[in-house]
Structures are given as C-alpha cells and as structure tokens.
C-alpha cells in the first residue's frame, strides 16, 4: 500500500505555510448543511483553495488529500483516503454535498477527481454522522465546484509538461447573469509511466512497468436557473479513469473505471427566515480489471463491476428566532452492485430522518449549543437479514471566551452497516501484494462513540495557533482480517482460473477497536509570507482476547509532519512555495512487528503573473530530495523501493491563463 506524502525538515518548520487565512469573508457549507461565515461555524471546517490546490501542483483530489495533515492516502490500486485511524469506508467524500459512487477494492476512487472544475475542500474532521450518515465516522470531505462570475464570460486554459512524461491540461468557460448560468469544464491528465526490459523464462525481452500507467480524462456541465425564491440546477459529469501496472515479468493489469454522475439542485427561499433545498442525483461507476500476458500479448476480463446509486434529500432550514436554526431532512439512497463475484445483482435501501438546532445562547455569538438526532432504517437485504436501524445522537459546543479564542467540543454516535462490497465482493487485489479478500454476507452493523475538541487562539493580527484531539470508540468495526498467511493457489470466483495468492484476508468485525490522537499548527499569513506548520499523532488499536489487551492495528500512519512556505518577492512580484511532508513508519503486521520506511517528499513551486493576473506561468519540482529518508522498512527497503518513486525528482513547466 502506498501511504500518503510525507516531509521533514527542521530547518524548515519555522517557515511552513498551510491553509492561509482569507481577507474576505469565507463562506462555507459543510458543518451545517446550510451556507456559513467559516468564522461562525460551530464545527471547525477547514479549507483548502483554489490557490493552494495550484501551489501543490496536484492534479487530482488524491494528490490534494495526500499534502493534509491528519489525512493518509492508501493505493488498492484506486486511492483512499484514512482520517482520525479510519479507512476510506468511513470518510464521507462528496461532490456538492452529494456523495460520490464506487469503492472499489477497499478504496474510494478520489484519484479519479480532477482539481480543474473545483473552487475550494471543505473538510470536517470526526463524526458527522448525523447530518451525514453512516460513513462519515472520520469525517468529511466536500468539493465545491467552481461557479461562474455574474455578468461576464469566464474562460481559462493550462497546460503543464512534467519531465517523467507526464502531460495536464484543463479549460473552462462559463457566463453568468441575473436569470441562467452555465458552465462547461474539462481536464486531462496522462502519465505514460516508465518501462524496463526484463527478460523472461521464454528469453523474450518483455518491457515491463516500473513506474504505473495512469489516464484521466473528465468533463463537468452545469446549466442554473435563478428563479424569482432560489435557483435551480442541472449538473452531470463524466470521468474516465485508466491505471497500467505490471505485476511481474509475464503479467500486467490494466484498471479502467469510467464515472457517469448527473442530477438536479433546487433551493426555494420561502421567507428570510425559512429555506427549502434538496437534490436528486443519478451515480453509476464501472469498474474493469484486465489480465494482460506479455508472453502471448493477450489480455481477458480479470474482473468486472459496476456500482449505481441514487440518492434523494429535502432539508427545510428555519430560523424562528435570533438565537436557534432549526434544520430537519430526509434522505433515501438504494444503492447497487453488480459483480463477476456473484451471480445476481445485491441492492440496498437506506432511509434516514435528521434534525439538527443551532442554538446561539442569548444571541451574544459568545456560547452555542448545536444538538441533533438522525434515525437510519435498512431494510433486509434478502430473507436472512433483520430490519437494521438506529437512533443516533451528537451533540457539539462551542464557546469564545475571548475575542481571540475559540473552543470546540463534539461528542458523535455513528452507526454503519455493511456495505454490498464488505458482504459480498471477492477481489484479488495484484501485485505487488497479491492478496485475496473476500465478503462476508454475516457481518453486524458498527457502533461508535466519537469526541472531538479544538482550540484556535490568536496570538496576533498574521499569527495563530491552533490544537486538536479526538478519541473513538468502536463496537463491531468491519475490518479485513488476514484469515490465511500462507500463501498457495486458489479458484479465481471471477475468472473460474486457479490464481496464486500470498496471503487471504476476509472481511469481519473487530468487538472493540479505538482511535486516538490529535494535532497542533502554527500558522503566519502577512503580506508577503505564509506559513504553517503542523504535527498529527495517530493511534489506533483492537482488543485482542488471545492477548487479554489492545494491540497496534496496521496501516496507520503514528506521527506526520507537514510544513509549508509561500513567499512573494518584491519587486519581481514571483511566488515561491515550498512544501515538506514527513511520514513516520506505519505497521504492516503486529505478529510479525514489521514496518514500512518513512516517507519524505519536498515539492517546490515558483510562478510569476502577468497581464494583470490572466497569465501566470510557473514551474515546479517534485520530490526534491530524490527520495532521501530518514529509515528503511523492518526487511531493509528504502523509500524509493517500497513506494515505487522510480521517477526521482520531476521538473514540471506550466502556463494557466484566465479570460
């Protein structure tokens, strides 16, 4: 598994930037479902821009989530992201406040997101389970898209050219005025990779992938109507997704997952007091796995799937006095799967009721109270399964007690049943680890306890500092255990082929697990200079009967560090931003007490404008350390190795030009 970018560089941790603060007010929707200035928010909502998304040369939300602190991005070969100790599974990753479709292999496919049609990241951080659901345990991530500018036409284009081969390129036009907007956006990122030649068994000289393939082409429309109480929105979005890889010197995989989304949004304003919004959406995901023979240059289905939901939700916000916001909502999801790894289509249906009453103690802005309550009902899946439902609470706090200082306190119940994937899917997963997983149809729902506080403190006018803790408790936490570390060959249920395997692992439920940790950052934003630094400590074990005590669970990233600088020079008016982040080894196997190398990367980015901002070109350096580290992995690998950087340092050039 590939874990998320990491960088350490003492020298540098005075002059790291992160998450610089805005001058105007910056609006944002994810901690309540309703529009916010971030500064009222009781939930602490971070945000990541448009011009820190550029800043990181990242090209699509992985590689954007891959440069937060407290956030992990693991490789199943889509990428997921782990937040607060939990997987992808229990991460909320949203389009618009509308959740995105697939997880394939254990993985949300955030790589498959182009950054090219998004305004800003919202992420929430703990349980958002009652305005969210289920699978928001760790947390939320919400990509707002881009809208366009009122009473003008908005157009761009960039391009950018890496040394490793690597070609970007998106546009956007869009125009606006009091009655419609519309909008079209488009990108497309393609990394050829990187081959050696290798001979094989039958001395043929086979060009085999050191470095993976990857392709992602997307296209977003959006066509509003602004009604005399609100507006209303059509959207629909396709994503195209292609990862070549090679599992050893007779076989590859090609992995192509094609994204098909579109939908509607209304929000009629009743009075300046009530608001009624909600949406409907269509989402469909397919997902082809490929066998590829060098030998006989061949390829046959590997594995096949194809993963549909549609999802509904009116909400009704109303502010009856100064002091309380009342929301309350419905939400109905049936998602779909249908897989080579079972014979017939397995559905679900989940109907969820929310309320939720931000109460502004005396309207004084100095005290507020935010209680809700959600209500999941599932019905059974097939004549076996009970009627699945729940009553979840969360309550959060937040208190100013100076103008200066914030504290936040939440406490969450989450309750998640298993999805179609944990009880049914049979996936082999490829080299490098060649490991079978398989469902579980006998799973039980989860149950977990979430507390999360946070204290934002302005030491002055550009300088701040901010510092967080969280602790979970799970009952029942589906896992992939490792059933079989043998090793052997067993019946392919997709392919009816005999596939060797070194190790299965099979989906079950952990009695009790918890997570816990925190962060704390230092953050400047003056004129010319921005800077952050921040350190995430994660923790994360399960009771162990055998042992009568909590043992380390794998995959968990402990301690990371993320620095960044930007700095804009006088006189030649030129952006320099530099960004360090470090991982510290993560467990493989707490029997075999095994641990992955350390991950540092240092990415330097230098842009400079002209025609009053309409063109910025600019250049950029990855991984500037070409993989230098701090340690090897428990069998001796180094960082370069075991996380495939066989690109070494990568030079990239870019011009971004704005109508």
């Known amino acids: ?70 956030v992990v991005i693991y490789e199943h070969p889509q990428s997921t992201v782990m937040m607060q100790g939990f997987e992808g599974a229990y991460v909320k990753v949203l389009i618009d406040g509308m959740e995105i479709t697939g997880d394939t292999g254990g993985a949300t496919p955030v790589n498959m997101i182009p950054v090219s049609d998004i305004e800003r990241i919202e992420i929430v951080r703990g349980a958002s389970s009652v305005l969210y659901g289920s699978d928001a345990m760790g947390g939320v991530i919400n990509i707002i898209t881009k809208k366009p500018e009122t009473g003008k036409l908005s157009a761009g284009l960039k391009q950018e050219i890496a040394s490793n081969l690597r070609y970007y390129g998106e546009g956007y036009i869009g125009y606006a005025n009091k009655l419609f907007a519309a909008s079209l956006g488009g990108s497309f990122d393609m990394d050829d990779g990187k081959k050696v030649q290798k001979r094989n068994t039958y001395r043929q000289n086979i060009d085999v992938y050191e470095v993976p393939a990857s ?74 796995a490929d066998k590829v023979s060098y030998s006989s240059q061949t390829s046959a289905d590997f594995s096949d799937s194809l993963f549909r939901d549609i999802e509904g939700e009116i909400r009704f916000s109303w502010e009856p006095l100064i002091s309380h916001a009342l929301l309350f909502g419905i939400n109905t999801k049936r998602e779909a799967l249908e897989s080579d790894s079972f014979s017939a289509e397995k559905s679900a249906v ?12 005396g309207g004084a802005d100095k005290f507020r109270i935010v209680p809700g309550l959600r209500f999941d009902y599932r019905p059974p899946k097939d004549d076996d399964e009970e009627h699945l439902y729940k009553l979840t609470p969360k309550l959060s706090l937040r208190h100013d007690p100076f103008k200066d200082l914030t504290l936040r306190l939440s406490y969450g119940m989450g309750f998640k049943t298993p999805s179609l994937k944990q009880n049914y899917w049979f996936f082999f997963h490829p080299a ?23 204290a934002d403190y302005s030491l002055t006018k550009e300088m701040s500092v901010s510092a967080g803790a969280f602790f979970n408790y799970i009952i029942d936490l589906i896992d992939a255990i490792t059933v079989d570390e043998n090793g052997g060959q067993a019946m392919n249920d997709q392919t009816g ?28 934003n003056g004129a010319r200079l921005k800077s952050a630094v921040t350190y995430s400590y994660t923790l994360a074990k399960e ?33 320099v931003h530099t960004q360090i982040n470090w991982n510290s080894p993560q467990l493989i ?49 180094n960082q370069k190795d075991y996380y495939g950087l066989n690109d070494g340092i990568i030079f990239a050039l870019g011009a971004n030009f704005k109508l």
């Open 215 to 288: 392709r992602l082409g997307a296209l977003r429309a959006n066509v509003s109507w602004y009604h005399p109480n609100g507006e209303l929105e059509l959207y629909g979005s396709w994503m195209d997704s292609l990862i070549g890889m090679s599992a050893d010197i007779e076989n590859g995989y090609d992995f192509l997952n094609t994204k098909l989304e579109g939908g509607v949004k209304d929000a009629y304003r009743i009075s300046d007091f009530a608001l009624l919004d909600g949406f409907f959406s269509y989402r469909q995901l397919v997902y082809n």
């Open 497 to 524: 082929q005999m596939q060797a395997y070194t190790s299965v692992m099979q989906y079950m439920n952990i009695g009790r697990a918890i997570t816990a940790g925190g962060d704390i950052s230092l953050r400047y």
């Open 1 to 70: 598994m590939r874990a998320r970018k990491g960088g350490f560089l003492i020298l540098m941790l005075a002059f790291a930037i992160f998450l610089p603060a805005e001058e105007a007010p910056v609006m944002v929707v994810s901690g309540a479902k309703v529009e916010q200035n971030i500064d009222e928010t009781v939930e602490a909502v971070e945000v990541i821009s448009a011009e820190e998304i550029a800043n990181m040369g990242a090209k699509n939300v992985a590689e954007v989530m891959a440069n937060i602190p407290g």
């Open 432 to 454: 490098p680890y060649n490991f079978l997983i398989r469902g579980n149809p006998n799973l039980k729902p989860e149950t977990s306890h979430s507390f999360n506080f946070q």
């Open 350 to 361: 989940m109907v969820s009721v929310f309320v939720q009453d931000t109460w502004n103690i």
């Open 543 to 575: 009771y162990d009967e055998a042992e009568e005590g909590y043992i380390d669970l794998p995959s968990r990233v402990p301690h990371q560090i993320n620095a960044n600088l930007t700095y804009l020079i006088p006189v030649i008016e030129t952006s």
């Open 589 to 637: 196997s707490y029997a075999n007490k095994t641990y992955t190398p350390d991950y540092l990367i240092v990415n330097l980015r230098i842009s400079k404008t002209f025609f009053g901002e309409r063109l910025e070109v600019y250049g950029g350096i990855q991984n500037l350390l070409n993989n230098i580290h701090l340690a090897n992995s428990t069998e001796g690998q």
